[in-house]
């Protein structure tokens, strides 16, 4: 234990852009993960910590803005349609989460079946993706059905309640929301992921970043087609 | 519709393991949260929503909250489980560069959101309208003095007790990010 702190330490005082054999030792003697070494001499002693973060989260951070802002100038064209849909203004931040939170379970998941070479060429017949697939649909469904309920209740407690044909609608644009980004993220995230893994990078690093900036853009964009086709 | 998608649910039990239940409870978390921000910004729809560029601006400002707060949860949940980060000593250099860090991003990013709210309202839309810029820096600055402690509390104690923050805090701040997101919209709009 002793002998591990101490290359630990040793590992700490390296400088964060040189590659030492170290890394591969410790990882290879001790069996600590990479992962863990790399965290290790990412913010080790010559590091200047909150330099680090903010130059590795600030491009990501701006594209995603730019991504969002986009995905709102759909919203904000169909402005005065949605202001007025009291159940639609409830569910939008609810409809933002829920969309970028699949995205994210569907990538970290798909990344951990790749890492296991539990997918093949032919994904689409494997077992284990469908399950997922069905897994998140449902869940989606479900949380969608709810939240879609709780918001009629709300607007009608507020004495604005909608009538059976607004109702109607409000239900099935979320739904075919929600059932097509899933789809949409199902399919970039298995496209994405498996050209990242066969270039042997993290597809972990990209695929979140990527699936997060389609769901909000697509959540926008195809919330604001919808309105318009039904409003 | 529905009476469809509950037999098929019915008749696929198999699909109800652990990692459904999981997903699950974490999304109702995330979705409640998601409700009470919506619920809020319905109340204040004419102070908020009619803005000029209010609503180019609000998905993303929802979302800086889950990818700053979020991320510096993670950081803090691996440094806690590596060690590196010991939950009863907070006066670090590691803690203070992810909490400056996490400030300062926040800041930042809410300056873009706002430039960038500010340019497509005007090209697009025909409206100059400078208000647009500082709303979110000034409700960035109140949201995430309230939402970065909170996080970097809540993931401490959470791994005091015992669990694996990494489960809670992702639908955790994504609900109290919300909520404290639009709050702090209302009162930059009071301010300004």
Same mark, same amino acid.
């Given at each position: 234990?002793?002998?591990?702190?101490?290359?630990?330490?040793?590992?700490?005082?390296?400088?964060?852009?040189?590659?030492?054999?170290?890394?591969?030792?410790?990882?290879?003697?001790?069996?600590?993960?990479?992962?863990?070494?790399?965290?290790?001499?990412?913010?080790?002693?010559?590091?200047?910590?909150?330099?680090?973060? $903010?130059?590795?989260?600030?491009? =990501?951070?701006?594209?995603?803005? $730019?991504?969002?802002?986009?995905?709102?100038?759909?919203?904000?064209?169909?402005?005065?349609?949605?202001?007025?849909?009291?159940?639609?203004?409830?569910?939008?931040?609810?409809?933002?989460?829920?969309?970028?939170?699949?995205?994210?379970?569907?990538?970290?998941?798909?990344?951990?079946?790749?890492?296991?070479?539990?997918?093949?060429?032919?994904?689409?017949?494997?077992?284990?993706?469908?399950?997922?697939?069905?897994?998140?649909?449902?869940?989606?469904?479900?949380?969608?059905?709810?939240?879609?309920?709780?918001?009629?209740?709300?607007?009608?407690?507020?004495?604005?309640?909608?009538?059976?044909?607004?109702?109607?609608?409000?239900?099935?644009?979320? $739904?075919?929301?929600?059932?097509?980004?899933?789809?949409?993220?199902?399919? =970039?995230?298995?496209?994405?992921?498996?050209?990242?893994?066969?270039?042997? !990078?993290?597809?972990?690093?990209?695929?979140?970043?990527?699936?997060?900036?389609?769901?909000?853009?697509?959540?926008?964009?195809?919330?604001?087609?919808?309105?318009?086709?039904?409003? | 519709?529905?009476?469809?998608?509950?037999?098929?649910?019915?008749? %696929?039990?198999?699909?109800?393991?652990?990692?459904?239940?999981?997903?699950?409870?974490?999304?109702?978390?995330?979705?409640?949260?998601?409700?009470?921000?919506?619920?809020?910004?319905?109340?204040?729809?004419?102070?908020?929503?009619?803005?000029?560029?209010?609503?180019?601006?609000?998905?993303?400002?929802? !979302?800086?909250?889950?990818?700053?707060?979020?991320?510096?949860?993670?950081?803090?949940?691996?440094?806690?489980?590596?060690?590196?980060?010991?939950?009863?000593?907070?006066?670090?250099?590691?803690?203070?560069?992810?909490?400056?860090?996490?400030?300062?991003?926040?800041?930042?990013?809410?300056?873009?959101?706002?430039?960038?709210?500010?340019?497509?309202?005007?090209?697009?839309?025909?409206?100059?309208?400078?208000?647009?810029?500082?709303?979110?820096?000034?409700?960035?600055?109140?949201? %995430?003095?309230? !939402?970065?402690?909170?996080?970097?509390?809540?993931?401490?104690?959470?791994?005091?007790?015992?669990?694996?923050? %990494?489960?809670?805090?992702?639908?955790?701040?994504?609900?109290?990010?919300?909520?404290?997101?639009?709050?702090?919209?209302?009162?930059?709009? =009071?301010?300004?």
């Amino acid at each position: 234990m002793k002998d591990v702190r101490s290359k630990l330490l040793k590992l700490q005082k390296l400088k964060k852009h040189e590659y030492h054999h170290f890394i591969h030792k410790i990882h290879k003697r001790h069996n600590i993960s990479k992962r863990t070494l790399f965290y290790v001499k990412e913010y080790g002693q010559h590091t200047h910590v909150s330099r680090t973060i $903010i130059k590795e989260s600030i491009k =990501v951070l701006f594209f995603a803005s $730019i991504i969002s802002s986009l995905g709102g100038l759909a919203i904000e064209q169909i402005k005065t349609v949605f202001v007025s849909i009291m159940p639609l203004v409830i569910l939008l931040p609810a409809l933002n989460d829920m969309i970028g939170d699949y995205g994210t379970i569907i990538s970290s998941k798909f990344s951990t079946l790749l890492y296991e070479n539990k997918v093949n060429r032919k994904w689409w017949k494997e077992g284990l993706i469908k399950r997922l697939f069905l897994q998140v649909v449902s869940v989606a469904l479900i949380t969608t059905v709810l939240s879609t309920m709780a918001a009629f209740v709300i607007s009608s407690l507020s004495k604005n309640a909608v009538s059976l044909d607004v109702a109607y609608k409000v239900f099935l644009i979320a $739904i075919i929301d929600v059932v097509a980004l899933v789809s949409v993220l199902f399919l =970039v995230a298995i496209l994405a992921g498996t050209i990242i893994y066969r270039k042997k !990078e993290d597809p972990s690093n990209f695929l979140i970043p990527i699936t997060t900036s389609v769901a909000d853009f697509g959540n926008m964009l195809i919330l604001a087609m919808l309105v318009m086709a039904f409003f | 519709m529905l009476i469809i998608f509950a037999k098929y649910l019915w008749h %696929n039990m198999h699909l109800i393991d652990k990692n459904f239940r999981e997903i699950l409870s974490t999304q109702l978390v995330s979705v409640a949260g998601g409700i009470i921000a919506g619920s809020v910004l319905a109340v204040y729809t004419e102070n908020l929503l009619l803005i000029p560029g209010m609503l180019i601006l609000l998905p993303g400002f929802l !979302e800086m909250r889950g990818n700053i707060s979020g991320s510096m949860a993670s950081r803090l949940s691996s440094g806690l489980f590596l060690g590196v980060i010991h939950p009863n000593r907070i006066h670090t250099k590691l803690i203070r560069g992810n909490l400056l860090a996490s400030f300062a991003l926040a800041v930042v990013v809410s300056l873009m959101l706002g430039l960038i709210a500010f340019f497509f309202n005007y090209l697009v839309i025909g409206v100059y309208s400078m208000k647009i810029i500082f709303i979110p820096v000034v409700a960035g600055m109140i949201a %995430n003095a309230i !939402e970065i402690p909170l996080t970097f509390f809540v993931t401490l104690y959470l791994f005091r007790k015992g669990h694996d923050p %990494n489960n809670i805090m992702g639908p955790f701040v994504t609900s109290t990010g919300d909520i404290t997101s639009i709050v702090s919209l209302l009162a930059a709009m =009071v301010i300004l």
